[in-house]
């Protein structure tokens, strides 16, 4: 899957968003945002921080700035409450603690403050963001207070140099080399490969072969002339035998079969600079802030 930084698009007057989804299913992502979610019905993995959780119904998670997550639904009809907002709002309390676990232990009454928020951020009555931000803070304060805390640790720069690493693959994902990355990471060979598979929950070679696959279904569907020996060669596939084969293991076509409208998982891989949504296909948005009543 391919990792990359999901910007929000906030109301000019407050940059909080709330809303439900059923089935959540996203790609590896990062956000400077902090993101607070609740399993309201059935449950949830999210991978964040190297490590796997498991959500049921009630439990709770914080993802805080600059975290590499992504989230799965473990079954059907799994309903999942989200509040992201800026980490300005919090930063009295952000910038000297955080969270012991992402993992909340303590349960709180997140469809009472999801109700709330939803109702200011919908009816918009006069002065509606600074009440949408005066109830955000007190519910996270409630949470900081249920909590363990710790001290804030220094932002761990080996983090920052993977996310600026799957940025370089993206840029240059043709030419691009196992050795180029362990190179950027300034890393050996053998940590880099744990480290990788660590963070992105796939080795290196997978994660660059489905990023010019992902390019390869692009360029094929952009109606291009290319030949096909042509689009393996752009897209940094040594032969074509090469190209037919794991094009065929990641999307289950030949490129000369590929259908029209087929999109591959990681169909929302644009440079980070611009708005990206990390959301896939078979994730529904039941509501969201952004509808006004």
């Known amino acids: 899957m391919i990792a990359k930084q999901e910007i929000w698009n906030y109301p000019e007057e407050v940059r909080i968003w709330v809303g439900k989804y059923l089935n959540s299913h996203n790609l590896l992502h990062w956000h400077y945002d902090c993101e607070f979610i609740c399993v309201e019905r059935g449950s949830l993995d999210v991978f964040c921080e190297k490590k796997k959780h498991t ?51 303590g349960h709180y009454p997140v469809p009472a403050w999801y109700a709330r928020l939803y109702s200011i951020l919908t009816e918009r009555k006069p002065f509606f963001g600074e009440e949408a931000k005066c109830a955000l803070f007190e519910m996270m304060i409630e949470v900081f207070r249920g909590e363990q805390l710790v001290r804030r640790l ?3 720069r080996t983090e920052e140099a993977f996310k600026r690493l799957l940025e370089d693959v993206h840029a240059r994902y043709a030419d691009y080399t196992f050795e180029d990355a362990v190179h950027f990471m300034s890393m050996s060979d053998a940590y880099f490969s744990r480290y990788f598979k660590a963070m992105a929950g796939t080795t290196f070679s997978q994660y660059l072969n489905y990023v010019r696959t992902d390019n390869a279904v692009r360029l094929l569907r952009s109606g291009s002339d290319l030949t096909m020996t042509e689009v393996a060669e752009a897209c940094g596939f040594a032969t074509i035998r090469n190209f037919n084969r794991i094009f065929r293991e990641l999307t289950g076509f030949a490129p000369s079969r590929l259908p029209k409208d087929f999109d591959l998982d990681g169909k929302f891989a644009y440079p980070s600079r611009q708005a990206f949504t ?3 296909y078979d994730c529904v948005l039941l509501e969201s802030s952004d509808s006004v009543k």
């Open 154 to 156: 220094e932002t761990d």
């Open 55 to 105: 959500l049921h119904a009630g439990d709770c998670f914080f993802t805080d700035s600059g975290q590499i997550h992504y989230q799965r639904a473990c079954e059907a009809d799994t309903v999942l409450i989200v509040i992201v907002f800026d980490s300005a709002i919090v930063r009295p309390v952000l910038e000297k603690y955080q969270f012991a676990s992402p993992k909340m232990y």
């Open 278 to 280: 990390p959301t896939l």
